[in-house]
């Protein structure tokens, strides 16, 4: 009798696994169906990469362009008030700086275009 329950039992968890397995890959099946579909799409779109590239960039180029001088001028006063030295060392400082920045600046405009 305990061998037949048994059975029963194995046999209602191998069902109850077996519809699992199945839900599973139907599931896995839709899944790839769907994807296939929209990647389908995906490699048959047009995507046109120097406008997306213009479209970041120009609006960080103009503002750089626009305002590069303000930011030369913050760092070479930022390097004359809180350098170390007397006045003309300061001076010094403040000049390289201002020709430091410009240059920089200057590279990463001509980076960006």
Same mark, same amino acid.
């Given at each position: 009798?305990?061998?037949?329950?048994? &059975?029963?039992? #194995?046999?209602?968890?191998? #069902?109850?696994?077996?519809?699992?397995?199945?839900?599973?890959?139907?599931?896995?099946?839709?899944?790839?169906?769907?994807?296939?579909? $929209? $990647?389908?799409?995906? /490699?048959?779109?047009? $995507?046109?990469?120097?406008?997306? *590239?213009?479209?970041?960039?120009?609006?960080?180029?103009?503002?750089?362009?626009?305002?590069? !001088? &303000?930011?030369?001028?913050l760092?070479?006063?930022? @390097? @004359?008030? $809180?350098?170390? !030295?007397?006045g003309?060392?300061? /001076?010094?400082? /403040? !000049?390289?700086?201002?020709?430091?920045?410009?240059? *920089?600046?200057?590279?990463?405009?001509?980076?960006?275009?």
């Open positions: 009798m305990k061998v037949k329950n048994l &059975k029963t039992i #194995e046999l209602k968890d191998l #069902e109850q696994e077996c519809n699992y397995m199945m839900l599973k890959l139907l599931f896995m099946v839709l899944v790839a169906t769907i994807s296939s579909l $929209f $990647f389908n799409e995906l /490699a048959f779109a047009k $995507f046109d990469i120097d406008a997306g *590239v213009a479209a970041a960039t120009n609006p960080i180029i103009a503002g750089i362009e626009a305002h590069w !001088g &303000k930011g030369v001028i760092t070479s006063t930022a @390097a @004359a008030l $809180f350098g170390e !030295g007397d003309r060392q300061r /001076a010094m400082r /403040a !000049g390289a700086a201002a020709g430091a920045a410009g240059a *920089v600046v200057l590279g990463v405009i001509a980076m960006l275009k």
